[in-house]
Each structure stands twice: as structure tokens, then as C-alpha cells.
């Protein structure tokens, strides 16, 4: 739609794993946007009215905000070490399954397998 707005707010790497909530400029001020646990970057959430107010229209489109998952930079010595960490008991645990793509491509093939 020609009255919608798009922006990018970036995340904390605990938020997007975790959840929580934040805070996004709109044109009418500051809306808060509750992200579930386990967001992916690029994920999507729409805002409802919270766009350009049409020039023929009295309705209002959207605002979509496409949340962008920081990578954390300038890390300590021991925040190395609990990512390091981190990481191997993911991978000792359960392998692919905490990464996103294998599991889209792990539903791909069960869906091809169920016609």
C-alpha cells in the first residue's frame, strides 16, 4: 500500500533469543512492540494505522517494522568465553536443531513426504 512505512529497528542477540519488548518511533510518537522468544532477523511485525493518513482516504496504512538482530562487538575476554560456551552446548546437545534453516528445510521435507 502507498500509505504504509517500513523501518528497521535493531535488537539485542539476548532479546531476539529470549523476548522482551521495545520501543519504536511512529509518526504519533513511540509504540511498543512485544518480540517472542526466538526472532529471527528480518522478522516482520505490522502496526496497524500507524502509517501515512491517505490524501483521498481518511484511513491510515501500516508500519511495518523489520527487526535486525545485532551482532554484539568490542566483547570481553570472559563474554568470549560464555559464547564459546554457549555454543558448544548447543551443538553437543542438539545439533541443527537451534538453526532455523534446518529446521525450514526439515518441515520441506516432511511436507513433501505427507502428499
Known amino acids: ?9 535493531p535488537i ?3 532479546t531476539a533469543a529470549l523476548g522482551g ?18 526472532t529471527q532477523s528480518g522478522k516482520q511485525f505490522r502496526l496497524r494505522g500507524k502509517g501515512i493518513k491517505g490524501v483521498r482516504s ?7 517494522c523489520h527487526v535486525i538482530v545485532e ?8 563474554q568470549k568465553e560464555l559464547l564459546r560456551e554457549f555454543e558448544q552446548s548447543i ?3 542438539d545439533g541443527d536443531r537451534h538453526n532455523p534453516r534446518a529446521k525450514s528445510w526439515m518441515d520441506k521435507v516432511k511436507s513433501f513426504f505427507a502428499e
Open 1 to 9: 500500500d502507498h500509505n504504509d512505512l517500513h523501518c528497521e529497528m
Open 12 to 14: 539485542s542477540f539476548s
Open 21 to 38: 519488548e521495545i520501543e519504536i518511533p511512529t509518526l504519533d510518537g513511540k509504540a511498543s512492540i512485544k518480540i517472542p522468544a526466538e
Open 58 to 64: 481518511a484511513t491510515h496504512g501500516d508500519l511495518h
Open 71 to 78: 551482532t554484539p562487538v568490542n566483547l570481553t575476554e570472559r
Open 91 to 93: 551443538n553437543e546437545k
